[in-house]
């Protein structure tokens, strides 16, 4: 059960199924899907002569070229196969699909081929992003593509049609049926399980895999059962470049960085190519190490060159950066150090800039100890601090929120008048109440904060992993107790009940389902995962290949979410909500905690105002979204 194998699997048969030269066209679906597990030049070496997007008309027509087509069988990608079968550019089209078509799309397929020009049509089942050997993304945008529907408890129709197919072809491309576990608190999750077990069943066929020993189990879990993980600043290398640059389909734009040399502009980061041997090493390496192993790469790189003595002065990013500039035979041979010295100069920066060490202390706190009087303290000190950016105040102000809500004496109301005072607009302030009503302690389904459970080591199939801890590494997704214990048989029906295809005589799952330990898990989490969770999931693999353990996890997510885009799918959600949803719930503190905070101005709820304002806050972000894309 292995992501890269199993994309590599279809990408050969794309590309060496077909003899001769040939051209490529793509959709903008399918371009990401290949980029993230090979290269361009890669491509090219398979007689590729072209490679473009199926909707560009204006391509040359080379009519003595046979052409390949992979892409989404969306409608509007469908519509442009049609357009391009009715006119031709080459002599032959071989068409594949990213998932299953319909019975429609095969017949108006099949009319516009008026030349006979498609000599072959197949399905790949490659309808996912794949961002590891046990990661991977549907490359939802949350901001762009609504996840819900007019409530927080439904879908919207499109996005739960894609999430069932882009799951199922998941299932086939790794030729798995899987038991069905979703968290019952969470009806989207239900409804996610109906229409997966709806699509096994109608294509059975497709389905009828050769009996292997262990029944995988796929886990069914909501964003909103964990909304702290995303909110925290991270510490390894990986998810600090999503948290604080962005990481797009394993790409870094620092397109609006200053003093970056037009070559490093645009980098690329990924797991899935043997390309990056330091990034495959040092992704999950905390920030502390980060500067003592990329300086050991330089010297290694200086050392290939013939390098002198000059390697021991360098002691710090500038330096490395100097060195790097100085050296052209080094810049040609070690394009990679010269990418991770840039990007951990531009990390180290900006920990400094956004005050990240004073902030995430006090994050891990309040997502991982519980002591409300100085929290709250913390709280009022960063708040009133000129250096803190808005958006770590927010974030700040929502954990505090969740971690103390159900506390009686909690001055929630006072932490978002005192936001209020400090001028951070009405619209992000609101997400704090916006948080408490879609994913507060009434919404979630597990104590998040219960640390006699959530962080005992005890009881934790990670224990050990992350090495010496340290104040900004307590946190641990809560997603790594829930998997820990579905693999030793004790996740509680209550809590997560099965679902699977059943024969029609058994219409009910049995009841060993419940205490099955199941050796392969997919786990799939609604709203989007994050690289933290990511990073859990990769070390406990590693460290069941050293017991000998045949088991292993998979992980993946509509998206994956950093901090910023976490808070923006909510605000973006809350928009289609009823205004209920930008109102304080209960337990949000007194009078007297108002006193706490001094005399602070309250938040005027009017919704029609603050959903204006958030309306046009995301659509700023999806302008950025799709500024940033590379394609």
């Given at each position: ?15 060496n199924?077909?003899?001769?030269i040939k051209?490529l066209?793509l959709?903008?679906t ?11 030049t ?20 080379i009519?003595?070229l ?6 989404t ?5 469908i ?7 009715s006119?031709?550019?080459?002599s ?9 078509l ?9 009319s516009?081929?008026t030349?006979?020009v498609?000599?072959?049509c ?6 996912y ?8 993304s549907l490359?939802?945008?949350p901001?762009?593509?609504n ?27 790794l ?7 979703y ?6 999750c239900?409804?996610?399980a109906?229409s ?6 109608t ?24 909304p ?6 991270q ?33 690329l980061?990924?797991l ?19 500067g ?8 290694d ?10 390697v021991k002065?360098?002691e ?12 052209p035979?080094m ?12 990007l ?19 994050e ?8 409300h009087?100085?929290?709250?303290r913390?709280?009022?000190e ?5 250096d803190?950016?808005q ?15 159900k506390?009686?004496?909690n001055?929630?109301q ?9 001028g ?17 302690a009434?919404?979630r ?11 005992s ?14 104040v ?6 809560h997603?790594?107790?829930?998997v820990?214990l579905l ?10 009940p ?9 219409q ?8 099955y ?8 989490i609604?709203?989007?995962?994050t ?13 069941m ?29 809350a ?9 304080a ?6 009078a007297q905690?108002q006193?706490?905070l ?14 204006s ?7 700023r ?5 799709e ?5």
């Open positions: 059960m292995k992501l890269i194998e199993a994309s590599h699997n279809y990408l050969d048969k794309l590309l199924d077909v003899i001769g051209s066209l959709d903008s399918t371009i990401s899907y290949i980029s993230s597990i090979t290269s361009q890669n491509i090219l070496n398979k007689e590729i002569y072209l490679i473009d997007k199926i909707g560009n008309r204006n391509r040359q027509r009519s003595h046979k052409c390949i087509v992979f892409v069988p969306t409608a509007q990608s519509d442009n196969l049609c357009l391009e079968l006119n031709p550019l080459y032959q089209y071989y068409l594949y699909f990213s998932n299953t319909t019975k429609y799309q095969i017949e108006i397929l099949a516009s081929d030349y006979s498609v000599k072959e197949q399905e790949l089942f490659l309808d992003l794949t961002l590891s050997d046990c990661l991977f490359n939802f945008i901001t762009k593509h996840l819900y529907s007019t409530n927080p408890d439904a879908w919207n129709n499109h996005s739960l049609n894609s999430t069932t197919n882009s799951l199922t072809a998941l299932l086939l491309s030729k798995r049926k899987p038991i069905i576990r968290q019952s608190s969470s009806n989207l239900k409804s996610l109906d997966i077990t709806h699509n096994i069943n294509e059975s066929q497709l389905f009828n895999f050769r009996s292997s020993q262990s029944t995988p189990t796929l886990l069914l879990c909501d964003r909103t059962n964990d702290v993980t995303p909110l925290l600043s510490w390894t290398y990986q998810a600090m470049v999503h948290d604080l640059i962005g990481l797009e389909n394993d790409k870094v734009d620092l397109r609006a960085f200053d003093n970056i040399s037009p070559s490093q502009k645009q980098l980061l990924s899935t190519s043997d390309n990056d041997s330091f990034y495959t090493r040092n992704a999950f390496a905390n920030f502390g190490d980060l003592a192993n990329v300086k050991q790469y330089v010297s790189y200086q050392a290939k060159i013939g390098g002198n003595d000059s002065n360098i710090t990013i500038s330096d490395m950066k100097k060195f790097v500039e100085s050296y035979e810049k040609k041979l070690g394009n990679n150090v010269s990418k991770h010295v840039t951990i100069g531009e990390l180290s920066k900006l920990v400094d800039d956004k005050k990240l060490l004073q902030v995430s202390e006090l891990q706190s309040l997502a991982s100890n519980e002591s009087s100085s929290d709250l913390a709280i009022k960063m708040i009133d601090s000129p803190i950016p958006e770590s105040k927010v974030r700040l102000s929502i954990l505090y929120a969740l971690r103390y809500q506390m009686p004496s001055a929630i006072a932490v978002v008048s005192q936001l209020l005072q400090q951070i607009p009405q619209h992000r302030v609101a997400l704090v109440y916006v948080m408490l009503n879609l994913a507060g009434d919404k389904q597990d104590d998040l904060f219960m640390n006699d459970n959530f962080f080591r005890g009881r934790s199939a990670l224990k050990g992993l992350q090495g010496v801890e340290n900004y590494t307590q946190h641990t997704p997603l790594s107790q829930t820990d693999m030793k048989g004790r996740l509680k029906e209550s809590s997560y099965a679902m699977a295809p059943f024969s029609p005589t058994q009910q799952p049995d009841a060993s389902v419940y205490t330990r199941p050796q392969e898990v997919i786990v799939f609604v709203g989007g995962t690289y933290e969770e990511a990073r859990s999931v990769t070390l406990l693999n590693e460290q290949a050293k017991e000998g353990s045949a088991s292993r996890v998979i992980l993946g997510g509509n998206t994956v979410l950093n901090s910023r885009q976490f808070l923006d799918m909510m605000a973006d959600a928009t289609h909500f009823a205004p209920t949803v930008y109102k719930p209960t337990n949000t503190g007194n905690n006193q706490l001094g005399n602070v101005p309250d938040l005027d709820i009017d919704p029609e105002r603050l959903a304002a958030a309306k046009s806050w995301i659509q972000v999806r302008d950025d979204i500024d940033r894309i590379m394609i």
